[in-house]
């Protein structure tokens, strides 16, 4: 199971820390990622990072703002997101690809997390 948590409300600029702890299984060779969808759009990707945390991609509408890690010891996932923008409004949810692919495509992770609402005010 995963469980997302670490959303809330914050203004515009601020920032928050999303956290995906996993349970029931090891998921250190599984690569994660996150992501999000704002009301009446489509699911998007946003982050994510291979098993060895060596490997990460972002979206472009992210990049240089938010910040994919994990902690292995932990089986958590963390996603650290700067300069918030009213733009970033959604529910974000992480996921895993037990196959530790190097995919985008939601479509391609076979887990996923309940999702936390993040809500940036302008």
């Known amino acids: 199971q995963l469980q997302a948590s670490g959303g809330g409300l914050v203004q515009a600029g601020g920032f928050l820390r999303l956290s995906c702890a996993a349970s029931?299984?090891?998921?250190?060779?599984?690569?994660m990622a996150w992501f999000r969808q704002a009301p009446g759009k489509e699911r998007e990707f946003v982050a994510r990072?291979?098993?060895?945390?060596?490997?990460?991609s972002y979206a472009d509408s992210v990049k240089g703002r938010f910040t994919i890690s994990r902690d292995n010891a932990k089986n958590t996932v963390y996603l650290q997101m700067n300069s918030l923008k009213p733009e970033d409004t959604a529910v974000y949810y992480c996921?895993?690809?037990?196959?530790?692919?190097?995919?985008?495509?939601?479509?391609?992770?076979?887990?996923w997390g309940q999702g936390t609402q993040v809500t940036v005010s302008s």
């Open positions: 990072i291979k098993w060895n945390g060596e490997l990460t």
């Open positions: 996921a895993a690809d037990r196959w530790s692919r190097t995919s985008s495509n939601g479509y391609d992770y076979t887990q």
């Open positions: 029931g299984r090891t998921f250190s060779s599984y690569t």
